[in-house]
Every structure is written in C-alpha cells, then in structure tokens.
C-alpha cells in the first residue's frame, strides 16, 4: 500500500520537499551536536531536560490520545469513528516516532540510549519508558496494518487482532502514567512532587489529541476527496471539551495547593512560572498566554453553539493545542529545575541547534504522517470508485 504514496499533486510534493530539506539541515546540526556535545544547547548543571524533554512529554500525550478514538470504536463499537480510527492510530505511530527521537537527540549519544536496552537497570523509569513507548508503538503498527489491509480488501480484520486492540488502550495510558512517574519519583523536584501529575498529563493529553485531529480531519476535508463526516468531529469536540475542563481544573488544585500552603520549595516555582523571581520571568509571558488561549477554548467549547461552528471550532482547537504546548513544551519541564533546591534561580533558553534538531524531529514526524495520511486517503478513494 506505500506505493500510494509516491504519487501526488504538486502541492504534495512540495510539501514532502520541505520536509526533506528540514530534516536534512537538522541532521547536519544534529552531527555537530554529536561532535560538539550537548554544551551547544542552553542546558546546563541545574537545568539539565529542556526543549528536547519538553516535546517529548507533550508529544508523549499526543501518542496517548489515540485511545480516545479506538476506546469508543472497538470497545462500545461507536461506528461513527470508523473513518478516523485509523487516523488517530497513525497519529500515534507518528507521535511515538519523534518521542523517541527526542530521547536519543537528548541522551547526547545514541550508544547510551543502547545501553539502557542492552544493560537495564529494572528500577531505572526512563528504561521502562523507553519499553512502553517502543511497545505503544509496535502494537498500532502492527494494528493498522491489519485491520487496514481487511477494510481494504472488504473483510473484518483476522480475531487474533481483537486482544491486540484491547491492550492497545490501557498501554497508551500507561505511556503517559510513566511519563508522569518520571517527574514525580524526583523527590528533590517539589514542583512535580504531586500525587495529581499523572492524571493531569492524561487529562491534557485526552484534550490535545482529539482536537489536533478534528484540525487533521478538516484539513483533509479541504485538500483531499476526503470526509469523516460531522458527527465523529462534533464527538471529538465534546471529548476535548471535557478533558480541557478537568486539565484546568486540575491545574487550578495545583496552584492553590502550592500557594495557600505557602510553603516556600513549592510556591516559588509557581511564582517563577507566572510572575517571575527577582527579574528572572522568561517564562512568565508565555505561561499567560497558555492561560489566555485555555480561556478561550474553553469559552468556545463549552458554549455548544459555538462548538458546532466549524471556524470557531479550528480556532478553539488551535487554542487547546498551542496552550497545552506551551504549558508542556515549555513550562512543564523547565521549572521544575527552576528555583534549584539550594534557591538558586539558573534560567533555560533553546539555542538555534536545539530549535533547528527540534523541528527537524517535527518534520520527520510530520513526513511519516502525510505518508500514512496519503495512503489512507488513496486507498479509501480507491476503495469508493470500486
């Protein structure tokens, strides 16, 4: 079925071009950080997980998401997300691919990543998260494989795929879970030392996934012959809704916890990520714009006749997407580190390199699914004409 990929208009080919010469140029960087180490990023002795860490838990949730679309399809067999399962799955393959990059890109190098493999150490979170990815992403491989290939032909998928699915949904909460429990299990980090992180990365996760695909599906709606129709994307609203309201919710607990406890290892780190410390505020403006869009997309969620609006719902969805990017892509990550446990205030800023193997690490993502997409959508038009 890859064949289908290797024909297009030319729009599409620009598009795989760009990506290409995207990649290209972060590979080269990526070499000089090989050669240069990681002393060419902003990290350093207290902020040692930044940009690259930063995407890979937000892109982590990403991967999770897609149990928002399987969960209802094949365990309460809600047929009108038939069209976009297969969707959400490739989201996930793809997702999965870039968090695995940004681990070896941020491990410094790449033999160290196989160590963890080769030499696991049981207790060590990261080697179990390396393991829950990598099995995340065999099981949708392997599932949208399969069950693909028997829409394709006209015929339900073989039943051995059937318990393969089912495991499927818990494991893409257990990625996120892990993920969390990176975070959490260091003691010595007080801005992540809540017993809530885990169901808050999932609760922002469960928000961000259905929303960038309602964005994938109408972009498909527009350039392709391609339709999921209104009902699975108004669904998809709903779900982002409510998980939006309990991702605030949560984060508004955390913040009166930390402050009205007033105890000083963790209000300093709220106080950091929203008004700054002694002129240290880096982070400050793009934590309230996070807040701005949040409120925004809430209002244009909850309120149904604005949800069903198809322009005010991109909108809403750009806004639950870019707020809880910047929320996890940026804040999350970086102010744990920042007051250190001894007080000291060490700000973090992405260096060109780190942006540029970033977006390369986007654009490999973004390449394997305008792949995956473009067979999709031919096979479905295929599909039709016959």
């Not at 196989?114 to 995340?136: A, E, K, Q």
């Not at 975070?183 to 809540?194: C, D, E, H, I, K």
């Not at 973090?348 to 305008?370: H, K, R």
Request: glycine share 6%; proline share 5%.
């Amino acid at each position: 079925m890859l064949e289908k990929a290797l024909s297009g208009s030319k729009l599409y080919w620009g598009w795989i071009a760009a990506l290409l010469a995207l990649i290209a140029v972060g590979f080269c960087v990526y070499l000089y950080q090989l050669q240069e180490g990681l002393g060419i990023t902003g990290l350093s002795r207290d902020v040692p997980w930044g940009f690259y860490i930063a995407q890979f838990t937000f892109l982590v949730g990403v991967a999770a998401s897609a149990v928002m679309v399987v969960l209802p399809y094949y365990l309460h067999h809600y047929k009108a997300f038939g069209k976009i399962t297969i969707l959400g799955e490739f989201v996930a393959i793809s997702a999965v691919i870039m968090c695995l990059t940004f681990i070896i890109v941020d491990m410094g190098q790449p033999y160290r990543v196989m160590n963890t493999l080769l030499h696991p150490t049981p207790n060590s979170l990261i080697f179990w998260d390396i393991m829950v990815l990598n099995g995340y992403l065999v099981l949708n491989i392997v599932i949208s494989r399969i069950t693909f290939s028997a829409e394709r032909k006209g015929v339900p998928p073989a039943k051995w795929i059937k318990p393969l699915i089912y495991l499927s949904i818990p494991w893409a909460i257990s990625i996120h879970t892990v993920t969390a429990f990176l975070y959490a299990g260091l003691g010595a980090r007080p801005f992540w030392l809540t017993a809530i992180l885990a169901p808050r990365f999932l609760a922002s996760a469960f928000a961000t996934g259905p929303a960038l695909l309602i964005l994938l599906c109408l972009l498909l709606r527009k350039l392709t012959k391609f339709d999921a129709g209104d009902e699975p994307l108004k669904k998809l609203a709903e779900i982002a809704t409510y998980a939006m309201i309990v991702n605030v919710f949560f984060v508004l607990m955390e913040i009166f916890t930390a402050l009205y406890s007033n105890i000083p290892e963790h209000a300093h780190h709220f106080e950091y990520l929203f008004l700054g410390i002694d002129g240290y505020a880096k982070l400050a403006p793009f934590m309230w714009v996070s807040e701005l869009l949040a409120i925004t997309a809430l209002v244009l969620l909850i309120v149904p006749s604005f949800r069903r609006n198809t322009k005010l719902l991109v909108v809403a969805c750009l806004a639950v997407v870019f707020s809880l990017w910047i929320d996890k892509g940026l804040g999350m990550v970086v102010t744990g580190f920042v007051p250190n446990p001894f007080g000291k205030i060490t700000e973090y800023s992405p260096t060109l390199p780190e942006l540029t193997i970033t977006a390369a690490i986007y654009a490999i993502g973004f390449l394997v699914l305008t792949i995956l997409y473009k067979v999709a959508v031919s096979v479905r038009e295929e599909t039709r004409r016959l």
